[in-house]
């Protein structure tokens, strides 16, 4: 490895970095204003009432979300219809963190529990827009900025590995 590809990798992974960064803060803010919503099925609700106030689509998947056939086919027209309505993409690919910021329990109950809840589906989350203030917000242009550049480079749904703290 060469001096620069090395340099290069350094930067890409500080990049990185300042983007999971720009995403936690988005996700704070999102909570504290409660203008999150969490779940394939709310989120295609709210993307069909109201898809001109989002403004950010998270799709989170771990490995073994990979290979659920079912939610791939739900990511992939969650993404055609972002896509068609300039609406930004990012997908996560450690939920547990997710669940983390968004404050949501991600330990399973005993399965021999009777009426357990069922944990969160957290493989989509949507940020909404409910003032125009908000896009005054350095992280959510920060954000922004990175899908636009990733679209850039033919890159429509970054991914994003949320550092674990």
Same mark, same amino acid.
């Given at each position: 490895?060469?001096?620069?590809?090395?340099?290069? %990798?350094?930067?890409?992974?500080?990049?990185?970095?300042?983007?999971?960064?720009?995403?936690?803060? #988005?996700?704070?803010?999102?909570?504290?204003?409660?203008?999150?919503?969490? %779940? #394939?099925?709310?989120?295609?609700?709210?993307? !069909?009432?109201?898809?001109?106030? $989002? $403004?950010?689509?998270?799709?989170?998947? @771990?490995?073994?979300?990979?290979?659920?056939?079912?939610?791939?086919?739900?990511?992939?027209?969650?993404?055609?219809?972002?896509?068609? !309505? @300039?609406?930004? +993409?990012?997908? $996560?690919? !450690?939920?547990?963190?997710?669940?983390?910021?968004?404050?949501?329990?991600? @330990?399973?109950?005993?399965?021999?529990?009777? %009426?357990?809840?069922?944990?969160? @589906?957290?493989?989509?989350?949507?940020?909404? !827009?409910?003032?125009?203030?908000?896009?005054?917000?350095?992280?959510?242009?920060?954000?922004?900025?990175?899908?636009?550049?990733?679209?850039?480079?033919?890159?429509?749904?970054?991914? +994003?590995?949320?550092?674990?703290?």
């Amino acid at each position: 490895m060469t001096l620069e590809e090395f340099s290069a %990798g350094e930067q890409k992974t500080e990049r990185m970095d300042k983007v999971g960064d720009a995403l936690e803060e #988005v996700l704070s803010k999102a909570l504290s204003q409660r203008t999150i919503t969490v %779940g #394939v099925y709310e989120a295609a609700k709210l993307l !069909n009432v109201d898809p001109d106030n $989002v $403004v950010l689509c998270l799709l989170a998947a @771990d490995e073994d979300d990979d290979r659920d056939v079912a939610l791939q086919i739900h990511f992939t027209l969650i993404q055609a219809f972002c896509c068609e !309505n @300039d609406i930004n +993409i990012l997908r $996560v690919s !450690n939920p547990g963190r997710l669940a983390e910021l968004l404050l949501l329990e991600t @330990d399973a109950s005993p399965a021999g529990s009777e %009426g357990a809840e069922q944990p969160p @589906d957290l493989h989509c989350v949507l940020v909404t !827009n409910p003032h125009s203030s908000q896009w005054k917000d350095p992280a959510l242009s920060q954000l922004i900025c990175f899908c636009r550049e990733s679209r850039y480079m033919d890159q429509w749904v970054p991914v +994003i590995n949320l550092p674990e703290r």
